[in-house]
């Protein structure tokens, strides 16, 4: 049974930083691309940042590049997600998801965790 997990969200000033985790159990993490995504309320799920299965390509929404920076330790079945000089409107529930398209779209996932929630207060 697959499971995907994500900690690390909060509650931060605008400006602050966060750092979700993601682990994976139930398959072989180094055979899948990753993803997070996020969903605010009363918007479509959306792609914020995906890594191929080596670690080598990422892919990033536009509106956040120089922001947030995607990792992956495939030694602990974990992935990362950095993020920096936070706003308010990145307020959200973040998902992991595994076994995501190389173009981080919202659509074919193979696999996704419960969320997290990131508050940003202004």
């Known amino acids: 049974q697959v499971q995907v997990a994500e900690s690390g969200g909060g509650l931060v000033q605008a400006g602050g930083s966060l750092r979700l985790s993601c682990t994976a159990s139930?398959?072989?993490?180094?055979?899948?691309?990753m993803g997070w995504f996020r969903q605010a309320p009363g918007k479509e799920r959306e792609g914020v940042s995906c890594i191929d299965w080596r670690g080598l390509t990422t892919y990033y929404a536009d509106a956040l590049k120089g922001r947030f920076t995607i990792s992956r330790d495939n030694a602990k079945n974990t992935l990362y997600l950095q993020m920096n000089s936070l706003k308010p409107e990145d307020t959200a529930m973040y998902y992991c998801?595994?076994?995501?398209?190389?173009?981080?779209?919202?659509?074919?996932?193979?696999?996704w965790g419960q969320g997290t929630q990131v508050t940003v207060s202004s």
């Open positions: 139930g398959l072989t993490f180094d055979y899948y691309n």
């Open positions: 998801a595994a076994s995501v398209p190389r173009s981080c779209v919202n659509r074919g996932v193979g696999y």
